[in-house]
């Protein structure tokens, strides 16, 4: 390889690693929003953490559904609700209970058992990622998420030494199930929105997650928290937690399709677990929480393992390679045909459709249609 390609190769590795970082932190930021926000709610007693989740699907619903239903063609509103809109609603669903039952789990269990429980969603996403998208993962890309592991059980550590998050839980074993639950369903969540959004385009994926979002937790704020809802005191100070709270959610969602379509599921995940070094800050000029140097050690390995994990792209399954899972075990999976609409979104998704002579060659009709899963590399014939 020429000097001047190996050095533009290093180059623009460099580039995407530091764009991904730069992407993480962001996010890591906007969670330490929410984190803040839905703190300084609870100590104004407010408990609704479904009516604060509708807040944020609402904004989603509002700009991204209105941008859809702008369009006329086949990416339109009707059309996608038509085609795969049902599989929008599963994922709602999963995505609305996930954040209900993490903000649950903090009435029964302690902080220290959430911050550790939440890390299963990072070998989650990894098992998922492997099974069902065929991501072959190198040594550095499991270096890289050891050591981001290391540096979260020095947060878990330094709260245990601190005995911060120790006490407290009227049921903590309900908790720790609420907990895992909670990140397994983040994880599904995750390595469904990643496929998503590089099939389809990220407006498509941003509006009907709101659309639907609002939807169930809309039913689900008027099921369960009625009664919260009526003993709120509506000040100022009350809606402009909640403001923070949803314009935090609403950057948080938009940006992490953006670092799906560039990076990974669990690149994200390992960016924004510098989020709690942030809300640690924000803990102690606003909730005079003490500090450890053991935060500041967290927040550098993590640092560490987010750069190792990034600096080498994952590599996909060969498209003559065996699947490791058969895609046929879910209803409509990408393999089996029904994903494969005419007149899908290119944004954000994966060229891999073969030239004209490429289709002769494979014994085809060169003015068939072929549409190649972006992830397993299965090609279907539309004559």
Aim: with cysteine; hydrophobic share 45%; proline share 3%.
């Amino acid at each position: 390889m020429p000097p001047s390609s190996s050095s533009a190769k290093d180059y623009s590795e460099i580039s995407r690693t530091f764009k991904a970082l730069i992407l993480g932190q962001i996010l890591s930021l906007c969670l330490c929003g929410t984190g803040v926000s839905s703190q300084l709610l609870v100590n104004e007693n407010v408990n609704a953490p479904a009516a604060q989740a509708f807040s944020n699907y609402f904004l989603l619903c509002f700009v991204y559904c209105i941008s859809l239903a702008c369009k006329t063609d086949d990416n339109s509103l009707v059309v996608v609700l038509r085609k795969r809109g049902w599989r929008y609603l599963i994922l709602a669903i999963i995505d609305v209970e996930a954040n209900y039952m993490i903000v649950k789990a903090y009435q029964y269990t302690n902080l220290t058992s959430v911050q550790l429980l939440d890390c299963a969603t990072i070998p989650t996403v990894l098992f998922l990622s492997w099974l069902f998208l065929s991501v072959r993962y190198l040594a550095s890309h499991i270096l890289g998420v050891t050591i981001c592991l290391v540096g979260i059980a020095c947060v878990i550590w330094a709260d245990a030494l601190g005995d911060k998050g120790a006490e407290g839980g009227s049921n903590k074993v309900l908790g720790d199930v609420l907990c895992l639950a909670a990140a397994v369903m983040y994880a599904i969540c995750n390595v469904a929105e990643e496929f998503l959004v590089k099939q389809h385009s990220r407006t498509e994926y941003l509006g009907m997650l709101g659309l639907f979002g609002c939807i169930v937790s809309g039913v689900q704020t008027a099921v369960f928290e009625q009664e919260a809802l009526s003993k709120i005191v509506w000040d100022g100070t009350t809606v402009s937690y909640f403001a923070l709270f949803a314009f935090s959610m609403f950057i948080f969602y938009s940006l992490v399709t953006v670092v799906l379509q560039k990076t990974s599921a669990l690149m994200f995940n390992l960016s924004t677990l510098t989020a709690d070094f942030y809300s640690l800050l924000f803990g102690i000029f606003m909730f005079k929480d003490t500090f450890h140097y053991l935060y500041f050690v967290s927040f550098i390995i993590c640092i560490i393992g987010s750069v190792i994990y990034s600096m080498r792209e994952t590599q996909m399954r060969d498209a003559d390679e065996p699947r490791r899972v058969c895609p046929c075990l879910f209803v409509c999976c990408c393999c089996c045909g029904c994903c494969f609409e005419e007149g899908d979104s290119t944004e954000g998704s994966i060229d891999v459709s073969p030239s004209p002579n490429e289709r002769m060659q494979m014994g085809l009709n060169p003015r068939s249609s072929i549409s190649p899963c972006p992830v397993h590399g299965n090609q279907l014939s539309h004559l």
